[in-house]
């Protein structure tokens, strides 16, 4: 008792020293409170809600801030993640990236944000199965002892170890293993685990309901019901809009709706009223 009390910050500005990470969106900050080392964090939502770039705000958040990260990559190559982070970072469009038009500024802005994130302790990699995923992270905290954010973009692509594969074995129980072995990965290594997770069409996480048993916190990234039912008729400022829906907070409230706007051509998360 007397060794994990000592280790309490005495100072509340003391808290990010001990290893905690925060999104840097301070509405979504105040709302769940810092998350600490072992946490085990998801971030929910349909296809195109936001998932990546929220988890991006993240990692950009605590490298700039000298905390490393590890991105793994399930859906996408490497080079197209590090298009998102210098598009959050530089304010540069995505689409320039694809040869589009731009200006002497924004390349200027691209430039150096390239020089910056190429300081940043970043590692962008690729894993197909959990047990990969496991063996690179601790590969990572040995060489790097300020490793404090795992990212898997997203959990239901991982495979679970082939050691641990049956043919009996269903679809839920494989996504239940990987989801424990995350957690489990968590509390190893004292960092956290941030996964991105599909839902169904109840708005429910998909295919394991041990998803969400396992995780401390999970945020699910939820467009206004115009949006919704309008689709691409909606103006401009209306398709920005999104909720960031405390669905689980284990050590704080749950049910908090946070506003929020993504900008799509930057690939991050704003402030709204």
Same mark, same amino acid.
């Not at 905690?20 to 946490?39: C, H, R, S, T």
């Not at 929220?54 to 590090?82: D, K, P, Y």
């Not at 691209?110 to 970043?122: F, G, H, V």
């Not at 839920?172 to 190893?188: P, Y």
């Given at each position: 008792? +007397? ?7 005495d ?21 769940? %409170?810092a998350?600490?080392?072992g946490?085990? @964090? ?5 296809t195109?809600? !936001? ?9 950009l $958040? ?5 905390? %490393?990260v590890?991105?793994? +990559?399930?859906?996408?190559a490497? $080079?197209?993640? @590090?298009?998102?982070? &210098? ?5 540069? =469009?995505?689409?320039?990236f694809? %040869? !589009? ?8 802005q ?6 910056r994130?190429t ?5 962008i ?5 959990v047990? *990969? ?15 404090? @954010?795992i ?10 170890a082939?050691? +641990? ?9 494989e996504?239940?293993e990987? +989801? ?6 968590a509390?190893?290594l004292?960092v956290v ?8 069409d ?10 969400? $048993?396992?995780?401390?916190?999970? &945020?699910?990234?939820?467009? =206004?019901?115009?949006?919704?039912e309008? !689709?691409e ?9 999104r909720?960031?829906? @405390?669905?689980?907070?284990?050590? !704080? *409230?749950? %049910?908090?709706?946070? =506003? ?14």
């Amino acid at each position: 008792m +007397s060794d994990v009390i000592a280790q309490i910050p005495d100072e509340p500005g003391k808290i990010s020293q001990n290893g905690y990470v925060k999104f840097g969106f301070p509405k979504l900050d105040n709302a769940i %409170g810092a998350i600490e080392p072992g946490d085990f @964090v998801i971030v929910s939502g349909e296809t195109s809600s !936001g998932k990546t770039a929220l988890g991006l705000n993240l990692c950009l $958040h605590c490298a700039c801030q000298n905390q %490393g990260v590890a991105i793994f +990559s399930l859906e996408m190559a490497e $080079h197209r993640i @590090v298009w998102r982070l &210098l598009a959050n970072d530089a304010s540069f =469009p995505m689409w320039g990236f694809r %040869g !589009g038009p731009f200006t002497p500024q924004q390349r200027k802005q691209l430039n150096q944000s390239a020089t910056r994130m190429t300081q940043y302790p970043i590692f962008i990699e690729r894993a197909s199965t959990v047990g *990969e995923l496991v063996n690179r992270s601790r590969q990572i905290k040995l060489r790097n002892e300020d490793l404090r @954010v795992i990212v898997a973009d997203y959990l239901q692509l991982l495979q679970p170890a082939a050691t +641990s594969r049956r043919r009996e074995t269903s679809r839920e129980r494989e996504v239940a293993e990987c +989801s424990r072995q995350l957690k489990g990965l968590a509390l190893e290594l004292k960092v956290v685990v941030l996964a991105l997770s599909q839902i169904n069409d109840e708005g429910l996480l998909r295919e394991s309901r041990a998803i969400g $048993h396992d995780a401390d916190i999970v &945020l699910r990234i939820d467009e =206004p019901k115009k949006r919704r039912e309008d !689709g691409e008729n909606c103006n401009e400022e209306d398709s920005k809009k999104r909720f960031i829906v @405390v669905r689980k907070n284990r050590d !704080g *409230e749950r %049910g908090q709706q946070i =506003p929020a706007k993504l900008v799509g051509q930057y690939m991050r998360f704003e402030s709204a009223n």
